[in-house]
């Protein structure tokens, strides 16, 4: 029964495909709870063709598609600077008592460019001052992408000042509340002994979810007039993943640490909480390729991101296809190519570029215009489908190009993940509440209907660009 429900929590693991769950014996009180014990979708998959973490963050908390929320990558494309923008750079907003990390950049970071709602901006926008929405993940990104435009607090860890942060977009008095000044001043040294190797580490797994409790308990999350939201996104996951591959020892063990973390989060919930209702999601941003090295009979590879350009603008140039300013194509990352500005026949140049793409490289399977994508004249292939709904049109790329399965564009990472193939959108959804009847399912799943169903149980209005369908399950067991 889950009407009048107090308190949402939603996690989210950065780079969990749901295989990973199936070969550990799992916490009964944790992550094992909610797949073994609540309603486990068990082939769901996000539905964006370029799978990383903003997009997959923004698909959780939106419920829409790139082509509508805009964010197609983890960077974004400025046509008039010609550079990359990060998804959620903001340069009317700074760090409160922290430097920002990103690149290097001065700038501070907001959901600006999150062009839709998420499922709190819905919530505050009925109750503003009867509910409460905080976001916790070690990353800007995925802290900013699910707490939204509207959170109480959405909070991150800042690298360069070994603290945990927000952006005055959330937090006018520039202040940072008591408990988060607290647990910084708990922290800091740990985090900094660390240094870089904290990200990937056990114990930033149990210090965003310590400082998600702090929350809970300063805020009291869960004893307001109206539902709160709690969203917790881990990173440390992907950052091992990454450089250690998808099936180690070391992933292992950070997922042991975030399913320990989980049962303590659930614990402490249930236990203040008692009789009030909450529900606990899981899920994951996107999934994972696989380490390559270990299978070299496999068909897969990595190309060299900058020998891509190199080779591509070779192509270019005997083609005729010139900048004076610039290179003719730049990849933005992941087989986004954007050609120079000066380029006059656009049309021409992508089509060449295209050519250029198809002919040079082992590791692309197609490639795709502009023009071509806008129009719909793609083929109607089963693995190009979310191509068209995740093109954003005036942040879009020039020419897209499709990798052929078990490729990547870069060669820097163990494993990597940024195609629409099924172990790169993979990931679990496991919804759990006091009372729920387990149940897993096989059907296929979206996990933009996360946001809609969440939404009809807090009976909110969808955010404004999830067009997916319910959960029915979850609304049936939940009557
Ligand atoms: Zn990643």
């Known amino acids: 029964m889950l009407t009048s429900l107090a308190l949402l929590v939603v996690i989210v693991i950065d780079q969990l495909r749901t295989d990973e769950l199936f ?40 419920g829409a598609e790139p082509g509508l929320h805009g964010i197609m990558l983890n960077d974004d494309w400025d046509p008039k600077s010609e550079k990359p923008v990060y998804c959620v750079e903001d340069d009317t907003h700074h760090w409160i008592q922290a430097a920002a990390d990103e690149k290097d950049q001065n700038l501070g970071t907001s959901a600006k460019r999150i062009l839709t709602t998420t499922l709190g901006d819905e919530v505050k926008m009925l109750w503003p001052n009867e509910s409460k929405i905080f976001a916790f993940g070690f990353k800007d990104r995925s802290a900013i992408a699910l707490g939204g435009h509207l959170a109480d607090g959405a909070y991150w860890f800042a690298p360069k000042s070994n603290v945990w942060t927000t952006s005055d977009a959330y937090l006018k008095s520039n202040t940072l509340p008591k408990w988060v000044s607290e647990f910084n001043e708990k922290k800091y040294a740990v985090a900094k002994s660390l240094g870089r190797s904290y990200a990937s580490s056990t114990q930033s797994v149990e210090d965003v979810t310590a400082l998600a409790e702090a929350a809970f308990d300063n805020e009291n999350l869960g ?15 992907d950052v091992v993943g990454h450089s250690e591959g998808d099936a180690s020892p070391a992933l292992e063990k950070i997922l042991e640490a975030e399913d320990k973390s989980i049962a303590r989060l659930i614990g402490k ?13 899981l899920t994951g941003d996107h999934g994972a390729g696989i380490n390559q090295a270990l299978y070299p009979a496999i068909p897969g590879g990595k190309m060299k991101e900058h020998q891509i350009e190199e080779k591509l603008n070779e192509c270019l140039t005997k083609e005729g296809i010139q900048s004076h300013h610039r290179k003719a194509a730049v990849q933005l990352h992941s087989g986004h190519f954007y050609l120079a500005n000066d380029i006059k026949d656009k049309q021409n140049a992508q089509q060449k570029t295209k050519y250029c793409l198809q002919t040079e490289f082992e590791g692309i399977w197609n490639a795709y215009t502009r023009e071509e994508i806008l129009s719909g004249a793609i083929p109607t292939t089963s693995w190009l489908k979310n191509l068209i709904s995740s093109y954003y049109p005036s942040r879009g790329a020039d ?4 990798f052929k399965p078990y490729w990547n564009s870069h060669d820097d990472v163990v494993v990597s ?16 509440w006091p009372g729920v009847i387990k149940k897993t399912i096989h059907r296929r799943t979206q996990v933009t209907s996360l946001a809609p169903t969440l939404a009809r149980l807090l009976k909110t209005r969808r955010p404004s660009g999830a067009m997916a369908d319910y959960l029915t399950e979850v609304l049936d067991e939940s009557k």
Not at 417 to 432: G, K, R
Request: glycine share 4%; net charge positive; aromatic share 12%.
């Open 417 to 432: 993940h940024e195609t629409s193939y099924d172990y790169d959108s993979w990931v679990p959804l496991a919804l759990w």
């Open 23 to 62: 070969r550990v014996k799992l916490n009964p009180a944790g992550i094992g709870k909610l797949i073994n014990q609540g309603v486990f979708y068990d082939d769901a998959h996000h539905t964006q063709f370029f799978n990383m973490t903003c997009p997959g963050h923004v698909a959780i908390s939106t």
């Open 223 to 237: 004893l307001h007039k109206k539902p709160d939201i709690l969203w917790v996104s881990y990173s440390a996951h």
């Open 269 to 281: 919930i249930q236990n203040k909480l008692q009789k009030k209702k909450f529900l606990v999601v």
């Open 399 to 402: 020419v897209i190009s499709v």
